[in-house]
């Protein structure tokens, strides 16, 4: 039943979380620059303004789906980021390209979440299941406390990854702020609109690492009372 808990209250949340991002950037959407330049003018500025000239800015389908890949080194933009002029668009455009900076200035975080990846993507398809199967086992045999232990290192895995995301995603944030202002690419209002929109994006990253955090001290606490009995 707690474990059922955990996870309604940490739904709830991100829900929250993620509402109030969206209206957020429909919000600063209505909020035009001053300068007319585009999410992918903004980018290829700030890319430029760092010394990077080999990452590209494409646009992707969808909302939100905003992201750079740094296997191919591109920034990618939503197509609204990407072809609109707002503080919005403004806002994520220098936060990806914030990224791109990680990458071509070897942020230690961000190298440590790359290297990453690979195990993640096997540990996130599997931890539930194992656990799920140590549950199982542990009524009828032995075996199912260590199938559980393992499913419970599997998660950890995952969770340490979205923890190691925090500072990667606050840090791009802040060299996008940094630049924006510096570069006096925006107004004062524009500057508050683009602040307040990469505070509650970065906020739906710290909602999935309480989360993961919670539900792995849940199975770490399951898994040691069990072992009592």
Known sequence: MMYYVIVG???????AVSSKLKSKFAHYSKLHLRNGMSGAEIAEKMLADHGIYDVKVISTPGQLTDHYN?????VNLSESVYHQ?????????????????????????LTMRSKMVPM?????????????????????????SM??????????????FTLITLPVEYDASNRAILWLERKNMVS??????????LKWAARTYLVAAIGALATLA???LRFLGSNRD
């Open 188 to 197: 004062q209002q524009e500057l508050a609109g683009a602040k307040d929109a």
């Open 85 to 109: 002029r707002n503080a919005a668009a403004a806002a994520v455009a220098a936060h990806e390209c914030g990224h791109a900076v990680q990458h071509a200035t070897a942020y230690s975080w």
């Open 218 to 220: 849940y199975f770490v």
């Open 147 to 160: 199938v559980f232990l393992a499913g419970i290192i599997l998660y950890g895995i995952v969770t340490a």
């Open 9 to 15: 209250v940490i739904a709830l949340l991100s829900m």
């Open 120 to 144: 993640v993507q096997v540990a996130s398809g599997l931890s539930q299941w194992v656990i799920m199967g140590g549950l199982i086992l542990s009524a009828s045999s032995p075996l199912g």
């Open 70 to 74: 740094p296997q191919n080194k591109t």
